[in-house]
């Protein structure tokens, strides 16, 4: 699950709400290897790609000897750090981490999985340097948070994260979540609203394959006779029923079905009571673009006012123009259905690793590598009151981009999905790191 529809875009104009990467220097290669021009072709990360492997959460933690281990080239990070002691990480005492060791034992898995060329790969933590301390996780079995923290603190240092400057790093806390829809197999009655598998004819070009310094960005688009031209939008889908691909269920709710495109990933509950999950496979390339923003230009809505309560009240007054203001975002996603194996965990985010809720977020992989623990220090949403605990970079997404900035996973369901729409908070962070391993570094 990529936070928030996380896709890095090649636009020609700004794009409300999300990055726009003005890697001018890029445009003449792209333009080259596509044969067409790119300007309104995304240029993608692939951060799910791990969902398709084997759920590595459910087998065994397996530690190689340090012989064994081969660390692909170092990628340089654009922070910087500097270690501190545990008494500089505020309420580090605090945070109940009773809840915390099975979500490391995953995560250890992670970081022990052999090297390959895959985007969670480049962009993870040092998995030579994480032996040590998963070795030592294997052999034993702490009963209680005190015994963790111990763990913790015996195994690994805190480095607080500075920007470019060398300054300490405040950036904005977001929120996002793992939501609930109701649905059916078959187009009928109220369940008329589709969520797609992926085009068989959608084409993804890996430009790392090419040039190493893209790696994990991929052009999405489909074949025009001989060129590579941008894949269809929202609008172009929705209107031509040849071109639709294989509907996964119908859901009974336009703008739910919508909102969990936005997030990446979610949960349908079919007629008989059964729960699937829909993950992130694939999208179409299309920047996105605000349908909130869409029903403010209208003047349907003000923009302050454009929750996803007010939106869905608008769509049951105006039935016969939900499909205009769907339409108003051309970017579309594309999923792939998988068991709910563990209903306590949420998806897979880019590090493949199923999400535990409050104890994951979303990261810049410039700044912090995956897999890397890190003590988060922000606050609840819309309050003052304090939010810090322990959390594992484990998501990745295209609005989550500067250091210390991140999207903080609350879970699953309604309760989850109020707290990830109110949070905009700010926020800093400290990154654990093996002791003697020196400072954070990534593959």
């Not at 990745?396 to 309604?414: M, P």
Request: glycine share 8%; proline share 10%; hydrophobic share 40%.
């Amino acid at each position: 699950m990529a936070a928030k529809m996380s896709v890095l875009q090649f636009s020609p104009g700004p794009n409300p709400g999300r990055p726009v990467h003005r890697l001018k220097w890029l445009v003449p290669i792209v333009s080259t290897l596509l044969l067409a021009s790119c300007s309104t072709v995304d240029v993608g990360e692939s951060p799910t790609e791990p969902s398709a492997e084997v759920d590595i959460s459910e087998q065994p933690l397996v530690v190689p000897a340090l012989t064994n281990m081969r660390d692909s080239p170092e990628r340089k990070l654009d922070g910087r750090f500097v270690p501190v002691g545990w008494a500089a990480l505020p309420s580090w005492a605090s945070d109940d981490l009773s809840d915390l060791w099975p979500v490391l034992i995953n995560n250890c898995k992670g970081l022990m999985r052999p090297t390959g060329g895959s985007l969670v790969q480049q962009a993870r933590a040092t998995p030579r340097a994480w032996q040590p301390v998963c070795q030592a996780a294997s052999q034993v079995q702490p009963t209680s948070g005190a015994e963790i923290r111990a763990f913790i603190e015996q195994h690994l240092q805190p480095w607080r994260l500075l920007d470019e400057q060398g300054r300490p790093a405040r950036n904005t806390v977001t929120g996002y979540y793992e939501p609930l829809v109701h649905g059916s197999r078959q187009r009928s009655g109220e369940y008329q609203w589709p969520l797609y598998e992926p085009p068989k004819d959608l084409l993804t070009i890996d430009l790392g394959s090419v040039y190493p310094e893209l790696a994990g960005k991929r052009v999405r688009g489909k074949l025009d006779g001989k060129r590579v031209v941008p894949y269809d939008t929202r609008a172009e889908i929705a209107a031509a029923p040849d071109r639709q691909p294989p509907a996964i269920v119908w859901v009974n709710d336009p703008v739910e079905a919508f909102f969990l495109q936005i997030q990446g990933s979610g949960r349908v509950q079919l007629p008989d009571g059964k729960v699937i999950r829909l993950a992130y496979a694939d999208h179409n390339g299309r920047p996105y673009a605000s349908i909130g923003r869409w029903l403010a230009d209208q003047g349907e809505l003000p923009l302050a006012q454009a929750s996803m309560q007010n939106i869905k009240a608008w769509a049951k007054r105006n039935p016969q123009r939900v499909q205009e203001m769907l339409n108003a975002n051309p970017a579309m996603v594309f999923f792939r259905e998988e068991r709910v194996a563990d209903p306590q965990l949420g998806p897979k985010g880019a590090y493949g690793i199923p999400l535990a809720g409050e104890r994951a977020i979303a990261v810049d992989t410039r700044y912090v590598p995956l897999g890397a623990p890190v003590f988060l220090a922000t606050t609840m949403p819309a309050s003052q009151q304090p939010l810090r605990r322990l959390v594992f970079a484990q998501d990745t997404g295209a609005a989550i981009k500067g250091a210390a900035r991140a999207d903080f996973y609350w879970g699953f369901g309604d309760e989850a999905g109020a707290k990830a729409g109110r949070m905009k908070q700010p926020g800093e962070m400290w990154v654990l790191w093996p002791k003697q391993a020196g400072a954070p570094s990534a593959r």
